[in-house]
């Protein structure tokens, strides 16, 4: 046969020399179709071969090789090799694939591992078996019982771009001959059973031979020698072993325990074999996986021996079959050896394992473990069914139930790895076993609300039926693990149910289960993506054979000592790495050094640990030896209380959620959550040669150094004994310790950059190596001013408000000839055209910091200081000389200034690195002079530049980090950037600033980086367009957080953005608005397609929730409405344009409507929060100040408890009441209102007041205080007793007993309002320090107290426990999964108080509607008005039901709640009904609650029409009016119409107004009536709304979706009445 290939072929396969030689075109935008077949059949016995090329490493996966029955010829090739059937076998990686279907997990050479030069060959042997040939070495059958007339089948997959055919004819003499003695051989081994001695589990003989058996599945043919049969196992390992005769097993490993016998005959004399204590340590490990493994296929204990039972009958050519250790096949599941029956060749004794096709007949059998197809209908299944995932993780939670597609066999392993998890939900992964067949099951949403059949383990505990039979089974938590983490389930033989951990056995889960279970996962929750593991990956077996190990004995796994097992007692203790590291990661040096080998193939896995935990004050330094620039992100360090040996290690440090805290980029984050996003030096800039470290002081506070240069404080109360924790991401590939007791190595040699590009800063480099660059800002400063950013940045703080007290100073004195430059990244128009117009002052003083009373301005200090100020030099505040060089007040954002003293004692400034002369002389010469600058007037912020000394990275122009100012910057704030998240086709330069999509039309979406604020427009100048496609740029915004995308950036993301559904998007195309891909408007403005390169496009967020798109600059008017607040700009680089980059930046003065970032948000500006220890970035890191009232108040309030709680003892004001202590940035204070006296009207204000109250004078009211006072009263906002602010907030008028309220200063000096623990958002900008907060007990507001620590805060966790305290989990019900209860607690219902509650509760009473429809308990009734739905927190929008259906809260409303009828099944109506409204008329009301259900005709809301004529109880109803009634073909089929939103079934048309007469007020209002209730899944239909409309009616629901329909009468349940009143 020729050796060519057919000249059809894959679609992207490019033939050449002859047909010899296959190239995968666009090999690194594409990964697949590049199939290829030979030219003719392939004749017995021909080995067709062909060459690897070339490979990429841009994908996973590699060549793929195998024989079809198809014809090339007439082929419709698929995309890749596994998608063939009809008479198919591929060889993929390990497996061997029929038709698509696996059918051998673990066999020859893996085909990924291959190398450029590589020889892969296919052969039909004559006896019809398949054989892979790799290398010229016959790798054994494959399959068998392959018909004749089959091609050769080639994939060019994945990382494989090019082969080419060498041959195609029989293998040669001496492959012949090997293949003839491997045929003989087997032949032998079937006539005579190879037996290893051993005895049952529970005996050393066992772990003997699967010590041996580990060596023998290695596959060469060296002899090991075999433990005798006559010792137990006891508890701990024996010190000798008695040599008995035994019988030899083929393996590759010479080692063993001595002393062990080796025998082929009786006469045979031992000889011991000499292990070191590591050599042990490897027989050990690989032991006990091996007999783990044995326990995962079925065959029972590998040291099963003695007289036993039979282990099954197999004929006498299969492979498959065994003695001893159970039947391949599953006939039997014994787990012990015995009389074993081969054939018709009986054996005396049974040997546990005793040939290698009993060893690996488990995984040779082609019914390997998979997930059976029919699974949950959120699941995907992949990897031939050996993963399973579910879709739509952030929208859905449950319905993600997978099984098996056999029952599990008698202790056979079923384990899984969790690949992925998402942090929205809580509750995790389940697993368990069920008695159910998957082919007859109706899968249920989640597991455990299945009643039998079924025990599952749920959390720490185990779940049998749905019912909690162990809540406490282990001390591991499903809920806590991780991405990486094992799962496994072990069914044995006695009927027990056993679940492992990562390996770790934990023990017996339930004492009898049936015979016949099959496993099943449910993804639920946080889990996503599982696959099963079938023990072939070396580094999860490692990771494994280590956690084993170290549950047998903590010493095992210890490093080990490189030349002596003897430690050296004169050795001090040295830090060294963790043997224990991640799976790409790699110890060398002695354990000094961590590596990623392969770097340039891998981003991740390369976390490394210290060996041992961190002393205080001891400093643990690393020094990155080298760098690649493939990757995004770079080196990250920090520390954990997890003990390296028995961690099992994540992808990367940052999704640890416990016990962590890690420095990334120039933030700190703490359990994968940020803490400090603006801490100091930027990471990611680092080269090869500079260094990291970390310390943990003894006061518990944590501290990083960047080239020796300390970062200042990161964080508190870190515990002792930590370990220090390098991850080598991205771009770093290794790491090198640095300490006194040996010299550092050499860089390496291919190093990325090469040790000249290391900073001059680092340690290591020439340049600064004895002077580092340590000139910083000093900790003393003016009382206006922050040092940020590691004391490099100083910015004054309240810039609106004060334009002076900001001095700062240098943190040691000036070196003569030594430049101290500073460059301008802020300032603002605020004192433009007045008499403290300036911007900024620069100047040295001798006066030291600690000595220094910092006064107003520098120009205030008399004596020993020298100032520049506009273009006047001025000494000891006098001006010594006008019109110098340069004028200070002309210089503008992105200006550089710089001084220096002489060594003759002149004084020079530098601008923009320009001499401008001598400004001065005489400086006393040998006397020290420090920097000082002034942030006076216009001038906000400055940082340290690099030419200050020697440079640092973090600063350099060129190496701008994505929070300093770029230069450049069309307006003052910081420069937008697009989020490292974004299409595949797309490439990100400039630091996020610029776009370039670089393959294909489509897959172009990007994000900005951050949420847009209110009115902040994110604008993008088009840079290149290719014209060869068609349409253009889209731009709109999305609800979608590119954080929550999956780390890959190709997954997630649709080709286009108007095929985006996965959340709710808003945009423009062409001149089209879209929303969700809907159309919304047409013709809106200019054409995005007509656009070309130098346009500029915009888009914006408004105030009152509009979309607004810019042009050029030109607002276009409102595109949409009821746009959400949290919203990315997105955009779509689709058809022409290919290039964008960034022309706007974030303002950085909040405006007023701006929402406040909540304690933990990222979205505060640079350098505009405190990073002192007092005030940090989150309460949790605040030692919080005892706050309590000050013996100074109004002369009606009476103090006790300590001065906690605070009581209006007479009249209804005098009640003004501040704090003893200043309210500290970022601290929460938080009071109860204990009581309320009705008598009165209108309730408590609070505020802030900015001076100190000591000697305060108090007013009646607190709106009479008119100096530095904002306070918060009902819904609006007061400063200085004029209103700035409406609308804000719940009207606190309405506030019961029981509610907390909050006020918080966040680190932009912004004060929120906090309710029952809710942030409201900023009410007022530029709180001054200090601040005190303010309580005015005014009205019904009699008694506060202050809420302490201690003390739980309605609605808080204390309410969220007592909810959901003792449930089963099976008998949670709505949102309870989700984090959200159904009912909200009484103790945060509002009613009481609520006037607008009170008046439709007086419309209801005018209904004559009898008691007993209406539940008994008035807290039930809720009321959703404005007020009273905001003081619970409520969202707009939950779910409910099985399968989960959206409804909406009727806000605006009030809800009475229904008496249920008794044969309403409540708890299948709770559980798996939805929510749904009905709006009705008043006199259908009575009725519809007689027959306790909806009835159509009557109730129907087309049945009636407005009157306006009154009736006798003082409201006027309508009548029928047979015009406006159905049409006969609807009259004909009674039906009931509802709708998930009220803002539907509450329209006029469906829910007619009434009149009445308040009979209290006696003013007249309108009011509606409707019906809130549970309807039964599949009982309803869903359709488009019927009135017409054209705009959304809720921008949840979709016009098409939002109108229910329902024919059965006991579908709907009715739950509670709806009245609202106008």
Same mark, same amino acid.
């Given at each position: 046969?020729?050796?060519?290939?057919?000249?059809?072929?894959?679609?992207?396969?490019?033939?050449?020399?002859?047909?010899?030689?296959?190239?995968?075109?666009?090999?690194?935008?594409?990964?697949?179709?590049?199939?290829?077949?030979?030219?003719?059949?392939?004749?017995?016995?021909?080995?067709?071969?062909?060459?690897?090329?070339?490979?990429?490493?841009?994908?996973?996966?590699?060549?793929?090789? *195998?024989?079809?029955? $198809?014809?090339?010829? %007439?082929? +419709?090739?698929?995309?890749? @090799?596994? !998608? #063939?059937?009809? =008479?198919? /076998?591929?060889?993929?990686?390990?497996?061997?694939?029929?038709?698509?279907?696996?059918?051998?997990?673990?066999?020859?050479?893996?085909?990924?591992?291959?190398?450029?030069?590589?020889?892969?060959?296919?052969?039909?042997?004559?006896? *019809?078996?398949?054989? $892979?040939?790799?290398? %010229?070495? +016959?790798?054994?059958?494959? @399959?068998? !019982? #392959?018909?004749? =007339?089959? /091609?050769?089948?080639?994939?060019?997959?994945?990382?494989?771009?090019?082969?080419?055919?060498?041959?195609?004819?029989?293998?040669?003499?001496?492959?012949?001959?090997?293949?003839?003695?491997?045929?003989?051989?087997?032949?032998?081994?079937?006539?005579?059973?190879?037996?290893?001695? %051993?005895?049952?589990?529970?005996?050393?003989?066992?772990?003997?031979?699967?010590?041996?058996?580990?060596?023998?599945?290695?596959?060469?043919?060296?002899?090991?020698?075999?433990?005798?049969?006559?010792?137990?196992?006891?508890?701990?390992?024996?010190?000798?072993?008695?040599?008995?005769?035994?019988?030899?097993?083929?393996?590759?490993?010479?080692?063993?325990?001595?002393?062990?016998?080796?025998?082929?005959?009786?006469?045979?004399?031992?000889?011991?074999?000499?292990?070191?204590?590591?050599?042990?340590?490897?027989?050990?490990?690989?032991?006990?996986?091996?007999?783990?493994?044995?326990?995962?296929?079925?065959?029972?204990?590998?040291?099963?021996?003695?007289?036993?039972?039979?282990?099954?009958?197999?004929?006498?050519?299969?492979?498959?079959?065994?003695?001893?250790?159970?039947?391949?096949?599953?006939?039997?599941?014994?787990?012990?050896?015995?009389?074993?029956?081969?054939?018709?060749?009986?054996?005396?004794?049974?040997?546990?394992?005793?040939?290698?096709?009993?060893?690996?007949?488990?995984?040779?059998?082609?019914?390997?473990?998979?997930?059976?197809?029919?699974?949950?209908?959120?699941?995907?299944?992949?990897?031939?069914?050996?993963?399973?995932?579910?879709?739509?993780?952030?929208?859905?939670?449950?319905?993600?139930?997978?099984?098996?597609?056999?029952?599990?066999?008698?202790?056979?392993?079923?384990?899984?790895?969790?690949?992925?998890?998402?942090?929205?939900?809580?509750?995790?992964?389940?697993?368990?076993?069920?008695?159910?067949?998957?082919?007859?099951?109706?899968?249920?949403?989640?597991?455990?609300?299945?009643?039998?059949?079924?025990?599952?383990?749920?959390?720490?505990?185990?779940?049998?039926?749905?019912?909690?039979?162990?809540?406490?089974?282990?001390?591991?938590?499903?809920?806590?693990?991780?991405?990486?983490?094992?799962?496994?389930?072990?069914?044995?033989?006695?009927?027990?149910?056993?679940?492992?951990?990562?390996?770790?056995?934990?023990?017996?889960?339930?004492?009898?289960?049936?015979?016949?279970?099959?496993?099943?996962?449910?993804?639920?929750?946080?889990?996503?993506?599982?696959?099963?593991?079938?023990?072939?990956?070396?580094?999860?077996?490692?990771?494994?054979?280590?956690?084993?190990?170290?549950?047998?004995?903590?010493?095992?796994?210890?490093?080990?000592?490189?030349?002596?097992?003897?430690?050296?007692?004169?050795?001090?203790?040295?830090?060294?790495?963790?043997?224990?590291?991640?799976?790409?990661?790699?110890?060398?040096?002695?354990?000094?050094?961590?590596?990623?080998?392969?770097?340039?193939?891998?981003?991740?896995?390369?976390?490394?640990?210290?060996?041992?935990?961190?002393?205080?004050?001891?400093?643990?330094?690393?020094?990155?030896?080298?760098?690649?620039?493939?990757?995004?992100?770079?080196?990250?360090?920090?520390?954990?209380?997890?003990?390296?040996?028995?961690?099992?290690?994540?992808?990367?440090?940052?999704?640890?959620?416990?016990?962590?805290?890690?420095?990334?980029?120039?933030?700190?984050?703490?359990?994968?959550?940020?803490?400090?996003?603006?801490?100091?030096?930027?990471?990611?800039?680092?080269?090869?040669?500079?260094?990291?470290?970390?310390?943990?002081?003894?006061?518990?506070?944590?501290?990083?150094?960047?080239?020796?240069?300390?970062?200042?404080?990161?964080?508190?109360?870190?515990?002792?004994?930590?370990?220090?924790?390098?991850?080598?991401?991205?771009?770093?590939?290794?790491?090198?310790?640095?300490?006194?007791?040996?010299?550092?190595?050499?860089?390496?040699?291919?190093?990325?950059?090469?040790?000249?590009?290391?900073?001059?800063?680092?340690?290591?480099?020439?340049?600064?190596?004895?002077?580092?660059?340590?000139?910083?800002?000093?900790?003393?400063?003016?009382?206006?001013?922050?040092?940020?950013?590691?004391?490099?940045?100083?910015?004054?703080?309240?810039?609106?408000?004060?334009?002076?007290?900001?001095?700062?100073?240098?943190?040691?004195?000036?070196?003569?000839?030594?430049?101290?430059?500073?460059?301008?990244?802020?300032?603002?128009?605020?004192?433009?055209?007045?008499?403290?117009?300036?911007?900024?002052?620069?100047?040295?003083?001798?006066?030291?910091?600690?000595?220094?009373?910092?006064?107003?301005?520098?120009?205030?200090?008399?004596?020993?200081?020298?100032?520049?100020?506009?273009?006047?030099?001025?000494?000891?505040?006098?001006?010594?000389?006008?019109?110098?060089?340069?004028?200070?007040?002309?210089?503008?954002?992105?200006?550089?200034?710089?001084?220096?003293?002489?060594?003759?004692?002149?004084?020079?400034?530098?601008?923009?690195?320009?001499?401008?002369?001598?400004?001065?002389?005489?400086?006393?010469?040998?006397?020290?002079?420090?920097?000082?600058?002034?942030?006076?007037?216009?001038?906000?912020?400055?940082?340290?530049?690099?030419?200050?000394?020697?440079?640092?990275?973090?600063?350099?122009?060129?190496?701008?980090?994505?929070?300093?100012?770029?230069?450049?910057?069309?307006?003052?704030?910081?420069?937008?950037?697009?989020?490292?998240?974004?299409?595949?086709?797309?490439?990100?330069?400039?630091?996020?600033?610029?776009?370039?999509?670089?393959?294909?039309?489509?897959?172009?979406?990007?994000?900005?980086?951050?949420?847009?604020?209110?009115?902040?427009?994110?604008?993008?100048?088009?840079?290149?367009?290719?014209?060869?496609?068609?349409?253009?740029?889209?731009?709109?915004?999305?609800?979608?957080?590119?954080?929550?995308?999956?780390?890959?950036?190709?997954?997630?993301?649709?080709?286009?953005?108007?095929?985006?559904?996965?959340?709710?998007?808003?945009?423009?195309?062409?001149?089209?608005?879209?929303?969700?891909?809907?159309?919304?408007?047409?013709?809106?403005?200019?054409?995005?397609?007509?656009?070309?390169?130098?346009?500029?496009?915009?888009?914006?967020?408004?105030?009152?929730?509009?979309?607004?798109?810019?042009?050029?600059?030109?607002?276009?008017?409102?595109?949409?409405?009821?746009?959400?607040?949290?919203?990315?700009?997105?955009?779509?680089?689709?058809?022409?344009?290919?290039?964008?980059?960034?022309?706007?930046?974030?303002?950085?003065?909040?405006?007023?409507?701006?929402?406040?970032?909540?304690?933990?948000?990222?979205?505060?500006?640079?350098?505009?929060?405190?990073?002192?220890?007092?005030?940090?970035?989150?309460?949790?890191?605040?030692?919080?100040?005892?706050?309590?009232?000050?013996?100074?108040?109004?002369?009606?309030?009476?103090?006790?408890?300590?001065?906690?709680?605070?009581?209006?003892?007479?009249?209804?004001?005098?009640?003004?009441?501040?704090?003893?202590?200043?309210?500290?940035?970022?601290?929460?204070?938080?009071?109860?209102?204990?009581?309320?006296?009705?008598?009165?009207?209108?309730?408590?204000?609070?505020?802030?007041?900015?001076?100190?109250?000591?000697?305060?004078?108090?007013?009646?009211?607190?709106?009479?205080?008119?100096?530095?006072?904002?306070?918060?009263?009902?819904?609006?906002?007061?400063?200085?007793?004029?209103?700035?602010?409406?609308?804000?907030?719940?009207?606190?008028?309405?506030?019961?007993?029981?509610?907390?309220?909050?006020?918080?200063?966040?680190?932009?000096?912004?004060?929120?309002?906090?309710?029952?623990?809710?942030?409201?958002?900023?009410?007022?900008?530029?709180?001054?320090?200090?601040?005190?907060?303010?309580?005015?007990?005014?009205?019904?507001?009699?008694?506060?107290?202050?809420?302490?620590?201690?003390?739980?805060?309605?609605?808080?966790?204390?309410?969220?426990?007592?909810?959901?305290?003792?449930?089963?989990?099976?008998?949670?019900?709505?949102?309870?999964?989700?984090?959200?209860?159904?009912?909200?607690?009484?103790?945060?219902?509002?009613?009481?108080?609520?006037?607008?509650?009170?008046?439709?509760?007086?419309?209801?009473?005018?209904?004559?509607?009898?008691?007993?429809?209406?539940?008994?308990?008035?807290?039930?009734?809720?009321?959703?008005?404005?007020?009273?739905?905001?003081?619970?927190?409520?969202?707009?929008?939950?779910?409910?039901?099985?399968?989960?259906?959206?409804?909406?809260?009727?806000?605006?409303?009030?809800?009475?709640?229904?008496?249920?009828?008794?044969?309403?099944?409540?708890?299948?109506?709770?559980?798996?009904?939805?929510?749904?409204?009905?709006?009705?008329?008043?006199?259908?009301?009575?009725?519809?609650?007689?027959?306790?259900?909806?009835?159509?005709?009557?109730?129907?809301?087309?049945?009636?029409?407005?009157?306006?004529?009154?009736?006798?109880?003082?409201?006027?109803?309508?009548?029928?009016?047979?015009?406006?009634?159905?049409?006969?073909?609807?009259?004909?089929?009674?039906?009931?119409?509802?709708?998930?939103?009220?803002?539907?079934?509450?329209?006029?048309?469906?829910?007619?107004?009434?009149?009445?007469?308040?009979?209290?007020?006696?003013?007249?209002?309108?009011?509606?009536?409707?019906?809130?209730?549970?309807?039964?899944?599949?009982?309803?239909?869903?359709?488009?709304?019927?009135?017409?409309?054209?705009?959304?009616?809720?921008?949840?629901?979709?016009?098409?979706?939002?109108?229910?329909?329902?024919?059965?009468?006991?579908?709907?349940?009715?739950?509670?009445?709806?009245?609202?009143?106008?």
């Amino acid at each position: 046969m020729a050796a060519e290939l057919h000249p059809c072929s894959g679609k992207l396969i490019g033939l050449s020399n002859s047909n010899r030689t296959a190239q995968r075109n666009q090999p690194v935008q594409e990964f697949n179709h590049g199939l290829v077949l030979s030219r003719e059949p392939l004749k017995d016995r021909d080995v067709f071969t062909v060459r690897i090329d070339k490979k990429v490493n841009s994908w996973s996966g590699s060549i793929e090789i *195998g024989v079809t029955s $198809l014809d090339p010829a %007439g082929l +419709d090739f698929p995309s890749s @090799a596994t !998608g #063939l059937k009809g =008479g198919s /076998w591929i060889v993929s990686g390990c497996s061997v694939l029929r038709d698509g279907r696996s059918v051998l997990e673990e066999y020859g050479r893996d085909l990924d591992q291959l190398s450029e030069g590589d020889h892969v060959g296919i052969q039909r042997s004559t006896h *019809g078996e398949l054989h $892979l040939w790799v290398n %010229g070495q +016959d790798c054994g059958a494959a @399959a068998s !019982g #392959l018909p004749t =007339g089959l /091609w050769a089948v080639v994939d060019l997959y994945g990382k494989c771009t090019q082969v080419t055919v060498v041959s195609c004819e029989p293998p040669s003499l001496a492959e012949r001959d090997t293949e003839r003695e491997t045929v003989e051989e087997r032949e032998q081994e079937d006539e005579e059973e190879v037996v290893v001695c %051993g005895v049952r589990e529970g005996e050393f003989g066992g772990l003997t031979s699967a010590v041996n058996l580990a060596a023998a599945t290695n596959g060469t043919l060296e002899e090991v020698p075999v433990l005798p049969p006559t010792h137990n196992r006891p508890d701990k390992f024996p010190n000798n072993l008695e040599p008995e005769t035994g019988k030899k097993i083929k393996t590759s490993t010479p080692i063993s325990v001595a002393p062990l016998t080796k025998c082929k005959s009786p006469s045979f004399s031992p000889s011991p074999i000499v292990l070191t204590e590591h050599q042990l340590f490897d027989v050990l490990n690989n032991a006990i996986v091996s007999l783990y493994r044995s326990e995962d296929n079925g065959g029972g204990d590998l040291g099963g021996g003695g007289i036993g039972r039979d282990s099954g009958t197999g004929s006498r050519g299969d492979r498959g079959s065994s003695s001893g250790g159970g039947s391949v096949n599953g006939n039997s599941s014994d787990s012990g050896g015995g009389t074993g029956n081969t054939g018709s060749v009986n054996s005396p004794a049974g040997g546990g394992g005793a040939r290698l096709g009993a060893v690996t007949g488990g995984m040779l059998t082609n019914d390997a473990l998979l997930f059976h197809e029919k699974c949950g209908t959120l699941i995907k299944l992949s990897n031939n069914n050996k993963t399973a995932e579910r879709r739509r993780p952030l929208d859905e939670f449950n319905n993600g139930v997978v099984m098996t597609n056999r029952p599990l066999r008698h202790n056979e392993m079923f384990e899984i790895r969790i690949d992925k998890l998402v942090d929205k939900w809580s509750g995790s992964i389940e697993i368990g076993v069920t008695t159910h067949n998957p082919n007859n099951l109706d899968y249920p949403a989640t597991m455990t609300n299945l009643r039998s059949g079924t025990i599952m383990m749920s959390g720490c505990g185990i779940l049998t039926n749905g019912k909690g039979t162990r809540r406490e089974y282990c001390e591991f938590s499903l809920d806590e693990l991780q991405e990486g983490d094992h799962i496994g389930l072990m069914h044995k033989a006695s009927g027990a149910l056993h679940f492992y951990i990562n390996g770790i056995d934990q023990g017996v889960a339930a004492a009898q289960t049936p015979a016949v279970v099959y496993a099943v996962v449910d993804l639920y929750g946080m889990a996503v993506k599982v696959t099963i593991v079938h023990n072939h990956n070396h580094s999860d077996r490692l990771r494994r054979n280590n956690a084993i190990m170290r549950a047998l004995s903590p010493d095992v796994g210890r490093p080990r000592p490189a030349h002596s097992l003897t430690p050296d007692p004169d050795t001090p203790d040295r830090l060294l790495f963790h043997s224990n590291c991640g799976q790409k990661a790699a110890i060398i040096s002695e354990g000094r050094t961590a590596l990623r080998p392969h770097a340039t193939d891998d981003f991740n896995h390369g976390v490394v640990l210290s060996g041992r935990p961190l002393h205080s004050n001891e400093v643990f330094q690393v020094r990155i030896d080298k760098m690649v620039d493939k990757w995004a992100g770079s080196i990250e360090i920090g520390v954990t209380t997890h003990n390296p040996a028995y961690l099992q290690l994540p992808s990367t440090m940052t999704n640890l959620r416990s016990g962590t805290w890690m420095m990334t980029g120039n933030g700190v984050m703490h359990n994968g959550t940020t803490i400090l996003d603006e801490y100091g030096h930027n990471l990611d800039r680092l080269k090869a040669g500079d260094t990291v470290g970390v310390v943990r002081k003894e006061d518990g506070s944590l501290h990083f150094f960047v080239n020796g240069v300390a970062q200042g404080p990161a964080a508190w109360n870190v515990p002792p004994s930590v370990y220090a924790v390098v991850d080598l991401y991205g771009q770093a590939a290794q790491a090198t310790i640095m300490d006194d007791v040996a010299d550092l190595p050499p860089l390496p040699e291919d190093s990325s950059e090469g040790p000249t590009v290391m900073s001059p800063s680092s340690p290591c480099s020439v340049a600064g190596g004895n002077s580092a660059n340590d000139l910083r800002f000093h900790q003393l400063h003016g009382t206006n001013a922050v040092i940020t950013n590691g004391g490099r940045t100083a910015l004054r703080q309240n810039c609106r408000s004060e334009f002076n007290d900001a001095i700062v100073i240098s943190n040691r004195c000036l070196r003569d000839g030594e430049l101290f430059e500073i460059v301008i990244q802020k300032m603002v128009d605020r004192w433009s055209g007045s008499i403290e117009a300036g911007k900024i002052m620069a100047g040295v003083t001798a006066i030291r910091p600690e000595e220094l009373e910092f006064p107003n301005t520098m120009t205030d200090i008399d004596y020993d200081t020298w100032m520049l100020s506009g273009t006047a030099i001025m000494q000891d505040g006098n001006t010594m000389r006008n019109n110098y060089g340069c004028d200070l007040d002309t210089l503008t954002t992105g200006s550089r200034i710089g001084m220096m003293r002489s060594a003759t004692g002149d004084l020079h400034y530098y601008i923009n690195g320009v001499d401008q002369g001598v400004a001065c002389t005489g400086l006393p010469p040998g006397k020290e002079v420090y920097a000082v600058i002034d942030l006076y007037g216009q001038c906000v912020q400055v940082s340290i530049t690099s030419s200050s000394g020697p440079q640092d990275n973090s600063l350099c122009t060129s190496n701008i980090t994505e929070r300093s100012f770029p230069i450049h910057s069309p307006v003052a704030g910081v420069a937008h950037r697009l989020h490292s998240k974004h299409g595949k086709n797309v490439v990100l330069l400039g630091e996020g600033c610029q776009a370039v999509r670089v393959g294909g039309y489509a897959h172009g979406i990007v994000f900005s980086a951050k949420e847009l604020k209110t009115d902040e427009l994110f604008e993008v100048k088009i840079d290149e367009v290719d014209d060869q496609w068609s349409g253009s740029l889209h731009m709109g915004l999305t609800t979608l957080a590119p954080p929550e995308l999956p780390s890959c950036p190709m997954s997630g993301l649709s080709p286009s953005l108007t095929q985006f559904r996965s959340k709710v998007t808003w945009l423009l195309a062409g001149s089209e608005v879209r929303r969700n891909g809907l159309l919304q408007r047409q013709n809106y403005g200019a054409s995005l397609d007509r656009l070309t390169v130098g346009n500029r496009v915009g888009v914006k967020r408004c105030s009152d929730d509009t979309m607004h798109v810019l042009i050029d600059g030109e607002d276009m008017g409102p595109a949409a409405t009821a746009v959400a607040k949290n919203v990315y700009a997105v955009l779509d680089l689709y058809g022409r344009v290919t290039a964008v980059s960034i022309v706007s930046s974030s303002v950085l003065e909040d405006a007023g409507s701006v929402k406040a970032p909540s304690l933990s948000s990222d979205s505060c500006s640079e350098g505009e929060e405190d990073r002192t220890p007092v005030e940090g970035d989150e309460p949790a890191l605040v030692p919080n100040t005892v706050m309590a009232f000050l013996e100074n108040h109004g002369k009606n309030i009476q103090l006790s408890h300590e001065n906690l709680t605070a009581a209006r003892v007479s009249s209804y004001n005098q009640g003004l009441l501040v704090t003893a202590q200043p309210l500290p940035r970022q601290q929460l204070f938080q009071f109860q209102i204990d009581r309320l006296n009705a008598s009165w009207t209108s309730s408590l204000s609070l505020g802030v007041i900015g001076h100190s109250p000591d000697r305060l004078n108090f007013p009646s009211t607190a709106c009479c205080l008119k100096r530095s006072v904002w306070l918060l009263q009902r819904d609006s906002v007061f400063h200085n007793s004029l209103k700035i602010c409406e609308n804000y907030g719940p009207n606190l008028d309405t506030c019961p007993e029981g509610t907390v309220l909050g006020l918080l200063v966040d680190g932009n000096s912004c004060l929120h309002l906090y309710v029952n623990g809710m942030d409201q958002g900023v009410a007022a900008q530029d709180i001054p320090t200090p601040c005190y907060p303010l309580i005015d007990l005014y009205g019904q507001c009699e008694q506060v107290t202050i809420v302490t620590n201690n003390v739980a805060t309605v609605g808080g966790e204390g309410i969220k426990a007592r909810c959901q305290g003792d449930m089963e989990k099976a008998d949670m019900v709505d949102g309870i999964k989700e984090s959200v209860c159904w009912m909200p607690h009484p103790e945060v219902n509002p009613n009481k108080t609520c006037e607008y509650q009170a008046l439709c509760s007086r419309f209801k009473d005018l209904l004559t509607l009898p008691d007993g429809y209406f539940n008994e308990d008035a807290k039930y009734n809720l009321c959703y008005c404005e007020s009273c739905h905001k003081l619970r927190g409520d969202e707009s929008y939950y779910k409910r039901g099985e399968p989960p259906r959206d409804y909406a809260l009727p806000f605006g409303w009030c809800r009475f709640a229904l008496r249920i009828k008794p044969h309403c099944d409540m708890s299948n109506s709770f559980k798996q009904w939805h929510i749904a409204y009905h709006g009705t008329s008043v006199g259908a009301l009575r009725r519809t609650l007689d027959h306790a259900q909806l009835l159509s005709g009557t109730s129907s809301i087309f049945s009636v029409s407005p009157v306006k004529t009154e009736g006798p109880n003082g409201y006027s109803e309508p009548e029928v009016n047979s015009s406006n009634s159905l049409p006969d073909r609807d009259r004909e089929v009674p039906r009931v119409q509802l709708s998930p939103t009220m803002r539907y079934s509450g329209l006029e048309m469906f829910a007619p107004k009434v009149q009445f007469r308040d009979p209290r007020s006696h003013c007249c209002h309108q009011a509606q009536v409707g019906f809130q209730v549970c309807v039964r899944p599949g009982s309803y239909k869903v359709g488009p709304q019927t009135l017409g409309a054209i705009e959304p009616l809720d921008p949840r629901f979709s016009n098409t979706e939002i109108e229910w329909i329902t024919k059965d009468q006991g579908g709907t349940l009715l739950y509670g009445l709806l009245i609202r009143v106008e």
